[in-house]
């Protein structure tokens, strides 16, 4: 009998891809596993819970016990757009190791909340992860959009995470990604203005520990300049968004 672990990240994509693979395999061949970084929105908890319920399946919540803060500070490095990790070791190392201790890569298939719009990550997971087989059943037709998949959880009195509401292109990490870009950092200082200055105070302090400039963001710019830029209204790109693509990202030229 074959296993299907569904990467559950407390996102819409996942909640839907564990929809499909339980609807296909059964919610008893079906496990969802949650990396948690200790760095959520409370409301992700919330959800989490209620979704896997929705699910049907049995959550696994597993965490390698640091957040992203305690790991840059560790490593002495600050995650940005190119390297991030934060989700190298929260996330991708902490799921393959579990993985690798508890399934036979001959009887288990992964899953993850890819959809069709960006198939072409997925194909190079799949290919990197190999010999294990990874599925990702939100690229099989239906083709639906993140509108449908809100509208598929109201239909089901399944709320849907709190950030989406405050605009938030994803529901990890409590609304931070060092992946993220002008337009999301904005949106975080307008919708969550304390959780913005405790990252601002977290990245000046590592500066200061490095002895280095650093920054999260492009160009050199900190969230503290990024900050007092909006505040003099200056001009910024909010449609540069980023994303969280950390699970399926590769760990070339990883700090």
């Not at 061949?29 to 979704?51: G, H, I, Q």
């Not at 201790?101 to 890819?114: F, K, L, Q, R, S």
């Not at 002008?182 to 000046?204: S, T, V």
């Amino acid at each position: 009998m074959m296993q299907h672990i569904v990467f559950f990240s407390g996102g819409m994509g996942s909640w839907a891809a564990a929809k499909r693979v339980v609807e296909r395999h059964g919610a008893a061949n079906t496990r969802l596993l949650f990396m948690d970084t200790r760095m959520e929105d409370e409301d992700l908890y919330r959800f989490l819970d209620e979704a896997a319920a929705n699910v049907g399946a049995p959550l696994i919540r597993i965490a390698e016990g640091r957040t992203p803060w305690e790991v840059f500070f560790d490593r002495r490095f600050l995650g940005n757009s190119r390297v991030d990790p934060c989700s190298q070791i929260l996330k991708r190392r902490l799921a393959d190791a579990w993985v690798a201790e508890h399934c036979d890569p001959a009887a288990t298939v992964c899953h993850v909340g890819i959809d069709w719009t960006e198939r072409h990550r997925f194909d190079r997971l799949a290919q990197r992860k190999l010999p294990w087989v990874y599925e990702a059943p939100m690229c099989d037709p239906p083709y639906i959009n993140r509108y449908d998949i809100l509208r598929w959880m109201k239909s089901e009195d399944l709320a849907p995470p709190r950030l989406y509401g405050m605009g938030f292109a994803h529901n990890n990490c409590g609304g931070f990604c060092v992946k993220a870009g002008q337009g999301h950092f904005a949106n975080l200082l307008r919708a969550l203005p304390e959780r913005y200055a405790w990252h601002e105070e977290n990245e000046q302090a590592l500066r200061h520990h490095l002895v280095k400039d650093v920054s999260i963001l492009k160009g050199g710019e900190t969230l503290k300049a990024l900050r007092e830029k909006i505040e003099a209204k200056g001009e910024i790109d909010l449609f540069e968004i980023g994303g969280c693509g950390c699970f399926i990202d590769d760990d070339t030229g990883a700090a």
